[in-house]
T-cell receptor, first 115, second 108 residues
Framework: EPEVTQTPSHQVTQMGQEVILRCVPI?????FYWYRQILGQKVEFLVS????????KSEIFDDQFSVERPDGSNFTLKIRSTKLEDSAMYFC?????????????FGNGTRLTVT | GQSLEQPSEVTAVEGAIVQINCTYQ??????LSWYQQHDGGAPTFLSY????GLEETGRFSSFLSRSDSYGYLLLQELQMKDSASYFC?????????FGRGTSLIVHP
């Protein structure tokens, strides 16, 4: 069964450094998402992406964040200058349509630790 | 804005039936989804309700009452492997918004 893959599984970085989290969505999916989950808390929406542009973003997704689909397979999340509070599990997801019964398929996540 | 409420933890014994409730407040509504997450792994989709009533998928069922802004996930014949976090997620736009999750602990 096709799956969403994310790399790396764990990233440790120092405060103020830039990080890029990488995702390969399911190949025939058109809608891509980033969510994050601070340890033990809820899964929070960051941004959605369709047709090479951001379709929606949350208030968490400020100027420090950016997303890109540099080629036909990868979908990246960049954090320009990491803060301690950016430490979280970051999940990439994709879906085939925007319909409610089209589920989000999540990757296994990247655990980001900012020291 | 949107808000979802679900219990933080539910415990049950193997073989039992458990119901996880979710109430929501949202300005628009397209449907309610349920996701399962084991030990911080990837959330996986379980079910989706757009209309009132019960949807059954094997041992899992999900119910929605739009007039009450309420839904639940029903797990039957509980197994140890069902120990996980369960999130309800509401679609008020194209983007699902997740609740805080319910940790289900299944005891032998």
């Amino acid at each position: 069964e096709p799956e969403v893959t994310q790399t790396p599984s764990h990233q440790v970085t120092q405060m103020g450094q830039e990080v890029i989290l990488r995702c390969v969505p399911i190949s025939n999916h058109l809608y891509f998402y980033w969510y994050r989950q601070i340890l033990g808390q809820k899964v929070e929406f960051l941004v959605s992406f369709y047709n090479n542009e951001i379709s929606e973003k949350s208030e968490i997704f400020d100027d420090q964040f950016s997303v890109e689909r540099p080629d036909g397979s990868n979908f990246t999340l960049k954090i320009r200058s990491t803060k301690l509070e950016d430490s979280a599990m970051y999940f990439c997801a994709s879906s085939s349509t925007l319909g409610g019964n089209s589920p989000l398929h999540f990757g296994n996540g990247t655990r980001l630790t900012v020291t | 804005g949107q808000s979802l409420e679900q219990p933080s933890e539910v415990t049950a014994v193997e073989g039992a039936i458990v119901q996880i409730n979710c109430t929501y407040q949202t300005s628009g509504f397209y449907g309610l989804s349920w996701y399962q997450q084991h030990d911080g792994g990837a959330p996986t989709f379980l079910s989706y309700n757009a209309l009132d009533g019960l949807e059954e998928t094997g041992r899992f069922s999900s119910f929605l009452s739009r007039s009450d802004s309420y839904g639940y996930l029903l797990l039957q014949e509980l197994q140890m492997k069902d120990s996980a976090s369960y999130f309800c997620a509401v679609r008020s736009s194209y983007i699902p918004t997740f609740g805080r999750g319910t940790s289900l602990i299944v005891h032998p």
